[in-house]
């Protein structure tokens, strides 16, 4: 079945610089991808998603990529503020259009 | 409502009892699924109901875990004999359609001692 690996599992950045998370998976049949923000104790919440048939997509600070031929993906988000600090979720539908998550991203911004 | 709602936001019970959680999902939407997840773990797929139909149950850990959704809006989870390894939030969220945006309810965090 679907595999949707996470990296990495901590980062830390400056205020003001860009964060890059990074997925992998493993159906080449996969064709959506969320991305979810969840706070401490909060319920996950979409913050971009892409499908097979773009590149790319941006939202104001945040942009996802898409490399169907190496079958990953990943989130950058620009200009980081404190707000930005939470646990970050990817993830992919697999074969049976069942969306499988990664392990998600904990992502520290520093002052 | 505006979202999705669950309820308990926390259940704590003893080992062998049985427990059932709630779902009330965004009014319209058709596909709605229940999510396991533990502390440190991205959300885990137990079962999606398209309508009152369980779509795809294939997530659910054994036979102890069973939901229902007969009027095609509020579902609920039902775990008999609970066990501590039970222990973890219950996501429930919900779509349009199928897997379209989901979004998430705020969970309800169980503890079986």
């Known amino acids: 079945g679907e595999n949707v690996e996470q990296h990495p599992s901590t980062l830390s950045v400056q205020e003001g610089d860009s964060a890059v998370i990074k997925c992998t998976y493993s159906?080449?049949?996969?064709?959506?991808f969320p991305w979810y923000k969840q706070e401490l104790g909060k319920r996950p919440q979409l913050i971009i998603d892409i499908r097979s048939n773009v590149g790319e997509k941006k939202d104001q600070r945040i942009a996802v990529t898409l490399n169907k031929t190496a079958k990953h993906f990943s989130l950058h988000i620009t200009e980081t503020q404190p707000e930005d600090s939470a646990v970050y979720f990817c993830a992919a539908t697999n074969r049976d259009d069942k969306i499988i998550f990664g392990k998600g991203t904990r992502l520290h911004i520093l002052p | 409502g505006a979202g999705v709602s669950q309820t308990p936001s926390n259940k704590v019970t003893e080992k062998g009892k049985y427990v059932e959680l709630r779902c009330d999902p965004i009014?319209?939407?058709?596909?709605l699924y229940w999510y396991r997840q533990s502390l440190g773990q991205g959300p885990e797929f137990l079962i999606y109901?398209?309508?009152?139909?369980?779509?795809?149950d294939s997530g659910l850990p054994n036979d102890r875990f069973f939901a229902v959704r007969p009027e095609g809006s509020v579902s609920t989870l039902k775990i008999q004999r609970t066990e501590r390894g039970d222990s973890a939030v219950y996501l429930c969220?919900?779509?349009?359609?199928?897997?379209?945006?989901?979004?998430f309810g705020p969970g309800t965090r169980l503890l079986v001692l």
């Open positions: 969220a919900s779509s349009l359609i199928r897997w379209e945006t989901q979004y």
């Open positions: 159906d080449s049949a996969s064709n959506y």
């Open positions: 009014s319209g939407h058709t596909a």
């Open positions: 109901f398209q309508g009152t139909g369980a779509a795809d």
